[in-house]
């Protein structure tokens, strides 16, 4: 399994951006689906966004137009740049990837609009 660590989080105004990063170590993110999911207080853990192995992008409703997912060329960093940032989008944003059942978590980044 690839570990993941994610970065970026912190305190931000409503309009502000934030870049959110997972690093992966022990493996890489080429031929594996990836996403960014969060978890906002009493709430239960949703998707975000996706990028599976063929490039293909998913992005929740309420962050499209907003939230940009991307993988870096050596296929070790994905990134989740956020913009124009809402007290909505308050909560724990983790990273996962793998394949099939084989999901690897990072321990979470917290995101405070």
């Known amino acids: 399994h690839v570990q993941l660590v994610e970065s970026g989080g912190g305190s931000v105004q409503a309009g502000g951006s934030l870049t959110l990063s997972c690093t992966a170590s022990?493996?890489?993110?080429?031929?594996?689906?990836m996403g960014w999911y969060r978890q906002a207080p009493g709430d239960e853990c949703k998707k975000v966004s996706t990028l599976d192995r063929n490039g293909d992008i998913e992005y929740v409703e309420s962050v499209k137009g907003r939230f940009t997912i991307s993988l870096d060329n050596t296929k070790t960093t994905v990134s989740l740049q956020m913009n124009t940032l809402k007290s909505e989008d308050t909560a724990l944003y983790y990273c996962?990837?793998?394949?099939?059942?084989?999901?690897?978590w990072g321990q979470g980044t917290q995101v405070t609009v």
């Open positions: 022990g493996g890489t993110f080429e031929d594996i689906d």
């Open positions: 996962a990837a793998g394949s099939d059942a084989n999901w690897s």
